[in-house]
């Protein structure tokens, strides 16, 4: 049975792998899985996957938003898939056969999350990309066409912000997994940071979310182990 703390997913978005380590080590007992993403796996490549895989129980969701043709994304996920992580994302972009590739290379190790709508995105800025005015005015309608691509290409789930997480669950069942971002606990809310579409643990979970990428509360916190710890207790609650 799945602990509060496995819903918890800590981003590692950290200039140098000697502070990636250090949260590592903080927090390898206290979260789910530790999120590598482009600016860590650059400095550090495959090594910062080896230390997490050997700290800990936590595991490793490669965020490097794979988006390319086809043929380079099934060469890349092939290489993901021996690192021994437990989830890679790909851009759902424009193009099924994309993501297609990208499940074919996984070969079974590895499981797959289509990103929809970054959370950082707001209804301007997808009006603004030249999208049409049925995706403006609803994000929720763009990500479930999204997520449709997602699940015929045979994803394990997709990335999006607690707001849509349950029309996603409505649609494709909770099988598909829905992993979101921009989550903020409610002790933390009102601090400024770039993400538009926020939303709390407690109303994560209730809407449907099945991980919570949870950064700067935590990563800022004087005691990073008790932020973490407190988010979790919030977890705890949203589950009864």
């Known amino acids: 049975m799945r602990q509060a703390k496995d819903y918890i997913i800590f981003p590692l978005d950290l200039p140098s792998i000697g502070e990636a380590k250090h949260y590592v080590e903080l927090l390898a007992d206290h979260v789910g899985l530790f999120k590598v993403g482009l600016e860590l796996f650059i400095r550090s490549g495959p090594q910062i996957v080896e230390y997490i895989n050997a700290a800990g129980a936590a595991g490793v969701f490669l965020d490097l938003k794979l988006h390319d043709i086809p043929a380079t994304v099934c060469r890349a996920m092939k290489g993901i898939a021996d690192l021994g992580v437990r989830f890679a994302t790909v851009h759902c972009g424009e193009s099924q056969n994309m993501l297609e590739a990208a499940v074919d290379g996984s070969r079974g190790k590895v499981d797959i999350l289509g990103v929809t709508v970054l959370t950082s995105v707001a209804a301007v800025d997808i009006e603004a990309a030249g999208y049409r005015s049925e995706y403006c005015r609803d994000l929720s309608v763009l990500v479930v066409k999204k997520a449709a691509m997602a699940k015929a290409a045979g ?40 993400q538009a579409r926020v939303t709390t643990p407690v109303h994560a979970i209730t809407n449907g979310s099945d991980y919570l990428v949870i950064g700067r509360p935590i990563r800022d916190a004087d005691d990073p182990v008790q932020a973490a710890v407190k988010v979790a207790e919030e977890i705890k609650t949203a589950r009864k």
Do not use: H
């Not at 669950?169 to 400024?192: C, D, H, M, Y």
């Open 155 to 194: 994803c394990a789930g997709i990335v999006c912000s607690g707001l849509e997480a349950p029309v996603i669950k409505s649609r494709f069942g909770n099988g598909f997994a829905t992993v979101t971002p921009g989550i903020r606990p409610q002790w933390s809310l009102g601090e400024q940071d770039d």
